[in-house]
């Protein structure tokens, strides 16, 4: 059975940097798109970063642009997203995603429709 399992979630202050860790486990996920969303305290779902299986191509929320960096080794079967100058704003759960197998190696969805395998997720929590 595959599955994807975060980790790295914590509390920091803000200002500071957070790397989260995806990694999949029961078969590759090398030709899948992936993807990080986000639920704040009382909000929706929403969209974080994605990337391609190529890891060519990228997606980001214009939140987080210029702040978060989302990156994949198809060696390790890992996805990462590195984030910096942490914002109160920023705290949530965040999960990992893949969508299905796709033979575009640009294809990297910002819908969560397209994300078929999901995380457990991890907490994020930046004080102030």
């Known amino acids: 059975q595959a599955q994807l399992v975060e980790s790295g979630g914590g509390l920091v202050q803000a200002g500071g940097s957070l790397r989260l860790s995806c990694t999949a486990s029961g078969r590759t996920f090398s030709k899948n798109a992936m993807g990080w969303f986000r639920q704040a305290p009382g909000k929706e779902r929403e969209f974080v970063a994605s990337i391609s299986w190529s890891g060519v191509f990228t997606n980001y929320a214009d939140s987080v642009k210029g702040r978060f960096t989302i990156s994949r080794d198809n060696a390790k079967n890992t996805v990462l997203l590195q984030m910096t100058s942490l914002r109160p704003e920023d705290t949530a759960i965040y999960y990992c995603?893949?969508?299905?197998?796709?033979?575009?190696?640009?294809?990297?969805?910002?819908?969560?429709?397209?994300?078929?395998?999901w995380g457990q997720g991890t907490q994020v929590t930046v004080s102030s």
């Open positions: 995603a893949a969508t299905r197998p796709s033979l575009s190696g640009s294809y990297r969805p910002t819908n969560s429709i397209e994300y078929t395998t």
